[in-house]
């Protein structure tokens, strides 16, 4: 980036008008910092972001792990670690900025708060999403992480995080990587399992959503509860 007028370098430019200003690869080759003698930082950063050949560039770059970016010329573990963590800083933060605001009426409000983070996972994640008395969530928890095919629950672990933070009630939620939200046989085994711990431990839960790729299944409106 020393090529460039001090005025056009994305970090002097991101200092004078604000980070919104920037592209997406300007943003990125702050975060990268070097370029190498074949390319500046802006090149690389763009070479990065269209390297996943997908119309949403920064979905690609949110989805690969650590091993695929690293593996992209003139990156290496340094930089993809970088970027990564930066990433996941930014997930974080939205993520935590809509938790503090959601009160769960529907399962469209499980949907709109988690199903950006959920729609694209390669493996099967089941969540419990945790509300108070007026139905506002306080946590949601990361309880297992499956196969591609199965999510291993167990009651135990479930209300364990549910009886920590004092949840007056409870959501199930997991995504399945086909895209395909409809419940399997294990999914509705799985739930009425719970359904009947949560009765005896006096933790209600109200229902399980499954998240598919934009589209989503509540077992309740399906009477499979």
């Known amino acids: 980036m020393k090529d460039l007028p001090e005025a056009e370098r994305p970090r002097e430019r991101l200092y004078k008008y604000g980070p919104e200003v920037l592209s997406n690869s300007e943003l990125l080759a702050i975060i990268i910092s070097v370029g190498n003698k074949k390319e500046s930082a802006v090149a690389l950063a763009q070479r990065v972001l269209t390297y996943g050949q997908s119309d949403n560039e920064l979905m690609w770059l949110l989805q690969a792990s650590v091993e695929e970016i690293s593996s992209i010329e003139g990156i290496g573990p340094v930089k993809a670690g970088k970027i990564k963590a930066a990433l996941e800083l930014g997930r974080r933060i939205n993520r935590t900025g809509a938790m503090n605001k959601a009160v769960i009426k529907t399962p469209q ?22 509300l108070d008395t007026k139905n506002k969530v306080i946590a949601i928890d990361d309880i297992s992480i499956g196969t591609l095919d199965a999510s291993i629950v167990h009651p135990r672990e479930v209300f ?4 920590k933070h004092c949840s007056a009630s409870v959501i199930l939620v997991h995504n399945h990587p086909s895209g395909d939200p409809n419940p399997s046989h294990e999914d509705i085994a799985t739930t009425k399992r719970l359904v009947q711990a949560g009765d005896i431990l006096g933790i209600s839960v109200l229902d399980h959503v499954i998240i598919g790729d934009g589209t989503i299944i509540s077992l309740k409106e399906k009477n499979f509860m």
């Open 109 to 130: 409000d499980v949907s709109a708060l988690l199903m950006d983070q959920m729609r694209y996972l390669k493996k099967e994640h089941f969540k419990l999403v945790q």
């Open 160 to 163: 364990l995080s549910a009886i």
